[in-house]
């Protein structure tokens, strides 16, 4: 039998798993911000688990009341039979009584008594004794036979109930394990989850080609001729300078500057640092700006152009647009704002490449 301690601790531990499984729901979407596919098909799958869930929950909970109400009846009835056995036995001990006085009688019949009687007041006595002493044995049957029945009818009660009793046990048993296996799962799969949004956090590093190049080429390649070994080409032609701005305050210290500025007078010719297709566009505080998406999977920012010199398709160290200050770097002196987004992701700090291609 199940008892009611088990149920409570059941109850409690499913409880804590629900409260800790809800509270992992409300900080996981809070992290996850990239791949937006994933986190979707996750979050759906959180969902409708926790539609199962609440299913199965409920259906615990009614399977604990019924429980309860059974268990309670099967007391009272238990009691009831007990009383119903007590009476019936002081029943057919009276019953016993009176067979037992009839017997003494010598089985004598009412014609018997009555004829044996010396006076016709003596047989009238005898006849209402005879009479009397059968209608208390009537009354003592159909108590008993009324007893009896009732002792019966009790009994299959109770079986009944056991019988439903036994098979709501199993039915909880199954739910809990279910519930039980639910949240494993859950838990399991949020637990995953948080490792792929801790992984996904990380700062991105930089792509292969690009990590190659960080360390020093062992030959300076021509920045406008690459062929010469190198498999970059500067992207402003000489001379230049440039520093190491990343971060640096920009917009009155609204924002951090996001590229490297390299300095040139305006007009001189920007290369594309690698073969790749480049677009044009204007506006805004960019000014004049090319983005070259690179056959080496990164993009390429080039802005405050003073104009364009390609577009779509290009090699190498080509011409594609010239040096100015368009944007909100008119007035100043004239530079390429230059961004490096590897695989097309979040810009990174980009001097260390450009060091390492002059
Ligand atoms: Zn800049």
Redesign the pocket.
């Known amino acids: 039998m199940l008892s009611y301690k088990s149920v409570n601790r059941s109850c409690k531990n499913t409880v804590f798993f629900i409260t800790l499984f809800l509270c992992l729901l409300v900080f996981a979407p809070a992290q996850a911000e990239s791949p937006m596919e994933k986190a979707k098909k996750v979050k759906d799958q959180i969902a409708s688990m926790r539609g199962d869930l609440s299913n199965a929950f409920e259906t615990h909970e009614q399977g604990v009341y019924k429980l309860k109400k059974i268990t309670n009846r099967l007391y009272t009835n238990t009691e009831k039979l007990k009383e119903a056995n007590i009476e019936l036995k002081k029943n057919q001990n009276l019953l016993g009584d009176r067979i037992n006085n009839m017997y003494r009688y010598g089985n004598a019949s009412i014609l018997d008594i009555i004829f044996a009687a010396r006076s016709f007041n003596e047989m009238l006595v005898n006849v209402n004794f005879i009479v009397r002493i059968s209608k208390q044995d009537a009354v003592i049957i159909e108590k008993v036979e009324k007893l009896r029945k009732e002792v019966k009818s009790t009994q299959k009660k109770l079986v009944v109930d056991q019988k439903y009793q036994k098979n709501l046990v199993i039915t909880l048993k199954e739910k809990r394990e279910y519930i039980q296996n639910k949240l494993a799962k859950a838990k399991k799969m949020l637990v995953g989850l948080e490792k792929e949004i801790e992984e996904l956090r990380k700062p991105k590093s930089l792509p292969a080609p690009i990590m190659n190049q960080i360390t020093p080429p062992s030959t300076t390649p021509d920045p406008v001729n690459p062929s010469g070994g190198g498999k970059y080409a500067f992207p402003v032609g000489a001379p230049y300078s440039f520093g190491n701005t990343w971060g640096a305050p920009r917009g009155g210290g609204r924002r951090g500057?996001k590229?490297t500025?390299i300095m040139a007078s305006g007009g001189t010719p920007a290369y594309a640092v690698i073969s790749g297709n480049v677009s044009n566009t204007q506006g805004g505080n960019s000014g004049l700006w090319q983005i070259l998406n690179g056959d080496d999977g990164n993009v390429y920012w080039y802005m405050h152009q003073s104009g364009f010199a390609a577009s779509g398709r290009v090699s190498t160290g080509q011409v594609i647009g010239y040096v100015g200050n368009t944007g909100n770097a008119s007035g100043g002196p004239a530079h390429v704002?230059f961004e490096l987004h590897p695989g097309g992701g979040g810009a990174v700090n980009p001097y260390f490449f450009l060091n390492s291609i002059q």
């Open positions: 500057h590229g500025d704002h």
